[in-house]
């Protein structure tokens, strides 16, 4: 079946530490995978977008994310959270009029 | 859990006519809806903001007049896409908020596929 899963419905992490979001995906074929951040009360933002070549994704705000194909993995990252960076993360399968959305991955930041 | 119902999955029109789209919120309320429009290999992008009762909020050059948004109750928001054009072809998205579950409560409907001929 195809599905796209976040493990981590919440996850916090103090301002200054590293950050991962999970990701995993089920598609037949290569997928089309993109992050998206929502802010409280606004509209998805794009973070990053893989449809090919490079598996390391560099995207705004300093995230990135590296495609795993033999992990069936999409997991986003960056070095040093700001406490702007709390929000809900959403990971998603896009190919062929397929869109998959992940339940979302709610980060806290702590002080 | 929470689901949202966007329907027609996919649909084809003649230019000039116009087309409804329902997202609908099955077992929760949600007084805030999202509308996105996809094109191929691009990422969503944002249309407006629907809360019920009131009019909708249009982002930066979406025309209200051609894409009207109503959320008349708390489990129904509607896009239509009126006088559609060929170029008004695209992939149309919609989530909801769960009102009763705070933030951490976004859900998305499966989209609609509008070919405008």
């Known amino acids: 079946a195809q599905s796209v899963t976040q493990p981590d419905i919440h996850i916090t992490v103090s301002e200054g530490a590293s950050l991962e979001l999970r990701c995993n995906y089920s598609y037949g074929a290569t997928p089309y995978l993109f992050w998206y951040v929502q802010s409280p009360g606004q509209g998805l933002q794009l973070l990053l977008k893989y449809f090919s070549g490079d598996t390391l994704v560099q995207g705004i705000k300093g995230f990135e994310a590296e495609f795993k194909r033999s992990q069936s993995s999409f997991n986003l990252r960056k070095p040093s959270v700001h406490w702007s960076d709390a929000a809900e993360y959403f990971c998603?399968?896009?190919?062929?009029?397929?869109?998959?959305f992940g339940k979302g991955t709610r980060l806290h930041i702590l002080p | 859990g929470a689901v949202v119902s966007q329907h027609p999955s996919w649909v084809i029109c003649k230019s000039g006519t116009s087309v409804k789209i329902e997202c609908r919120s099955l077992d929760f309320q949600a007084t805030t809806m999202f509308w996105y429009r996809q094109f191929p290999k691009q990422s969503l992008m944002l249309m407006a903001t629907s809360n019920e009762g009131s009019k909708a909020t249009y982002e930066q050059g979406v025309e209200k007049d051609k894409f009207l948004i109503n959320h008349a109750s708390l489990t129904l928001s509607t896009l239509t896409v009126t006088s559609a054009h060929p170029e008004d072809s695209s992939f149309y998205i919609c989530?909801?908020?769960?009102?009763?579950?705070?933030?951490?409560?976004?859900?998305f409907g499966s989209g609609t596929r509008l070919t405008v001929v």
């Open positions: 998603v399968l896009n190919r062929d009029d397929k869109i998959i």
């Open positions: 989530s909801a908020r769960d009102s009763a579950t705070g933030f951490s409560g976004y859900t």
